[in-house]
């Protein structure tokens, strides 16, 4: 069973436009939302992330949408660029405590086109 | 950028051989976690330290697999009889307070 899930395995968009990339979960018990990036050879670098408190996080181009009722998420990437291009995980963790392990999605390729 | 540095970055073994590798977690991070990622990018949790102590690790972990994050020394992991299904990327992943987890590049595990 899956908790995280991404609904794209892929995505492709050209240089200038968002990129969205959509996360759903099935525990309501989740309560904090990371997202992960993720370049050819190296570890996952923490992008930006989310509270279930809030429903809007925004960190210059990196935008995350939340909708607790619809267990659900989405990064938008403003103005993507070539370098954005990489795979990006999703993440969930619960309430019960900050070193409770998180549970990952399997990850979206994006590939931006100049 | 992470400061989490993990050694080797690759490693060869052949079926049944011991495979180590080590982690040095960000300065001052008390929470180590450490995590397989296979060639699906699937992460699977391992075990997860704070300080010396285990909190949590997976089933898998208690037979072949064992780790230790001892004081003053790099935290390492350790599969003692490495089979072909473990060749996968290890991670580790270090944390002030176990919400942001920063992650070292890596060690690439490949088992003949």
């Known amino acids: 069973q899956q908790q995280v899930r991404q609904s794209s395995q892929s995505l492709t968009v050209w240089e200038g436009e968002t990129a969205i990339l959509n996360c759903s979960y099935e525990?309501?018990?989740?309560?904090?939302f990371p997202w992960y990036q993720q370049f050819p050879g190296e570890g996952p670098a923490l992008l930006i992330a989310?509270?279930?408190?809030?429903d809007k996080k925004e960190d210059g181009r990196f935008t995350i949408f939340f909708n607790k009722r619809e267990k659900n998420l989405s990064l938008h990437i403003k103005d993507s660029q070539p370098g954005d291009s990489a795979t990006y995980f999703c993440a969930a963790r619960g309430a019960s405590g900050g070193n409770y392990k998180p549970t990952f999605g399997k990850g979206t390729s994006l590939v931006v086109h100049p | 950028n992470s400061k989490v540095i993990q050694t080797p970055r690759y490693l060869v073994k052949g079926q049944g051989q011991k495979a180590k590798m080590r982690c040095i977690p960000e300065?001052?991070?008390?929470?180590v976690f450490w995590y397989q990622q296979n060639k699906n990018n699937e992460f699977k949790f391992l075990i997860n330290?704070?300080?010396?102590?285990?909190?949590?690790q997976i089933d898998m972990t208690e037979k072949r697999f064992s780790a230790e994050c001892p004081s003053n020394s790099p935290c390492s992991l350790e599969i003692q009889s490495s089979e072909a299904g473990d060749s996968a990327l290890y991670l580790c992943a270090s944390s002030l307070f176990g919400d942001e987890q920063y992650f070292g590049p890596g060690t690439r595990l490949t088992v003949l």
């Open positions: 300065k001052g991070h008390p929470v």
């Open positions: 989310i509270r279930s408190v809030s």
């Open positions: 330290f704070q300080n010396q102590e285990v909190l949590q």
């Open positions: 525990n309501s018990a989740f309560d904090y």
